[in-house]
């Protein structure tokens, strides 16, 4: 495995990849790898000739108070399992070298971002879709693959991919959940023993608007209502960031759950900040 830090050093060995015929699987990440990271890893592996992994936690996509300082890093162990997973080249810029101190050009999809996590990160997905663009140019990726946990963001990719033309297949795969239902997440390391033991309860509410949604009921009020009242029966200590249930595609809020319904939902406990999410119909 090749560890680049020079964005001109990578597309520089994208290109002669492609010259020779070879094609490239990208997976975007920000490190501190767990299971949902090695999964997006191995379906990209199957997926091309040559496996690109980029390691760069941007500092674009994180507001004045979130935790850009904080965020968890551990790029040696990284580093390990990129190459366990048969990344033929790991991307580990410094900020400096993906951003000029007079950078001045975003990429944005506003319809997609303006609510879900948008509407308390007002700027995330700004940050998202310049640096995932810029990754696309580099590498030249042929298909770049990422979790469903994070749904606006892939879907926010997606259109900002058609929109522009850009030649790439984008890939979801579904997310990655601890025995007892909890998404994985690098930020689950905030969590205080108490807070671990009950946040899958996020999860668990969640499966029962679908299960009431499976036995017909259509009502977004209700199935939000059924939600609220199990966390504040059972997640008593968690702040409700938002619940929300919108189209699958277009993120649009939905009046009834009749037809394709994707819930969403951030919910802060103690330090961190989970997101997770369920297709009550697709």
Known sequence: MQIFTDPQALAAQCRAWHAAGDDIALVPTMGYYHAGHEDLMTCARGLAKRLVVSLFVNPTQFGPNEDLAAYPRDAERDTAIAAAHGADALFMPEPGAMYAPDHATWVEVPQLAKGLCGASRPIHFRGVCTVVLKLLLLT???????????????????????????????????????????????????????????????????????EAAADGETDVARLRELVLRHWREHLPGGEVDYLEIVHPESLEPLESADGPALMACAVRLGKARLIDNILLRS
């Open 140 to 210: 030249g990726a042929d298909v770049a693959v990422f979790g469903e946990k994070d749904w606006q963001q892939q879907a926010i990719i997606r259109r900002m991919v058609r929109d522009l033309n850009v030649p790439v297949r984008i890939v979801a795969r579904p997310t990655t959940r601890e025995a007892d239902g909890l998404a994985m997440s690098s930020r689950n390391v905030y969590l205080t023993p108490g807070e671990r033991a009950a946040a899958p309860q996020i999860r668990a509410a969640l499966l029962a608007a679908r």
